[in-house]
């Protein structure tokens, strides 16, 4: 367990230190340029350029850390830099498959069983991230007791050491948190298709069948193609993660279960961002209730 969250804090650090790199070193020379208002100014630039409210959010928190441990310091005064910095409706959209559009997609990859596809049916039906699906190794897969370990996550970090063209490079680290560590049920179809396509070598990973593991955008642009095959609108691959917990809720799912599933610290985070109810869902509610008056 000590190893376990040496590693996940090494990787939180790394992508922290892609965020000083990336985003707040270009832009503040030294503490006292940080201040409410251009932090917001920088804030509205980002919207504006389309930067993901995700990223955004991962700027304001380092941001916040590093103000709160300087004023500890006594290095800068207190600010109230945190107030609204983000406009009210400024999240992402969910874009969470119809149960039709679900249907769909998960035929078509099951009749088309490449390697890639795989992948995608087990990010829809297990709710994997796009980092930990790419990092899975046949040692993580028990085919016999039909699960599938998750043990470490592929991510990209800021490399400014490299060619101009390289400025990143691949890194295959621990999962997200201690509590995506996990392990996770396989239905029986996908134990079938793993079975077809078994590599050879434990040590080599699920989507390359081999010793390197396949680069998370060759992923996304699978997904787009499967997408435009289908005449579906564009989504992001963690579209598929919204979907399936979507779906295991519509399905009467206990929270606990769910945040498990999911990888989640605590349920909280699982019902803010994970639940979305549609008009449907919302129906049945309602005339459930109307049932008891």
């Known amino acids: 367990m000590e190893e376990k969250s040496k590693t996940v804090k090494t990787t939180s ?34 919207l504006d350029n389309h930067l993901k409210i995700n990223t955004i959010k991962s700027i304001l928190l ?25 406009p009210h409706g400024e999240m992402s959209d ?14 078509w990859l099951k009749e088309h069983p490449t390697k890639l596809n795989i992948g995608l049916l087990l990010c829809v039906c297990c709710g994997l991230r796009i980092g930990e699906v790419c990092a899975l ?28 063209h390289k400025r990143t490079k691949l890194i295959v680290g621990a ?8 392990e996770l049920p396989l239905a029986d179809f996908l134990v079938e298709m793993l079975n077809n396509v078994k590599g050879k070598y434990k040590n080599h990973y699920l989507l390359s069948l081999d010793t390197s593991p396949t680069d998370p955008q060759n992923f ?16 992001k691959v963690h579209s598929l ?17 769910l945040s498990s599933l999911l990888g989640h ?4 985070t699982t019902l803010n961002i994970y639940a979305h109810p549609d008009i449907n869902q919302k129906r049945k509610c309602v005339e459930n209730m109307l049932k008891l008056i």
């Not at 999962?175 to 996990?182: A, I, Q, Y």
């Not at 610290?265 to 909280?268: L, M, V």
Request: aromatic residues 10%; positive net charge; hydrophobic residues 35%.
């Open 62 to 86: 380092v941001l916040k850390m590093i103000v709160k441990y300087s004023e500890e310091k006594g290095w800068m005064k207190h600010i109230n830099l945190f107030s609204r910095m983000l």
């Open 175 to 182: 999962p997200k948190t201690e509590n995506s560590w996990r």
């Open 220 to 235: 996304r642009n699978n997904f787009k193609r499967v997408l435009t095959t289908l005449g579906f609108p564009t989504r």
């Open 241 to 257: 993660r919204h979907s399936f917990a979507t779906r295991c809720l519509e399905s009467d799912c206990d929270y606990k279960t």
């Open 13 to 46: 650090l790394a992508a922290y230190s892609l965020i000083i790199d990336k985003h707040l070193a270009p832009r503040f020379n030294t503490l006292d340029d940080i201040t409410p208002d251009s932090v917001r100014s920088i804030v509205r630039y980002d």
């Open 94 to 107: 969910p874009q969470v498959l119809t149960v039709d559009e679900e249907r769909t997609f998960v035929y």
């Open 265 to 268: 610290s605590n349920i909280t």
């Open 137 to 164: 190794r046949w040692e993580d897969i028990d085919l016999r007791r039909k699960v599938i370990q998750i043990r470490r996550t592929v991510y990209r970090v800021y490399n400014p050491k490299g060619e101009p």
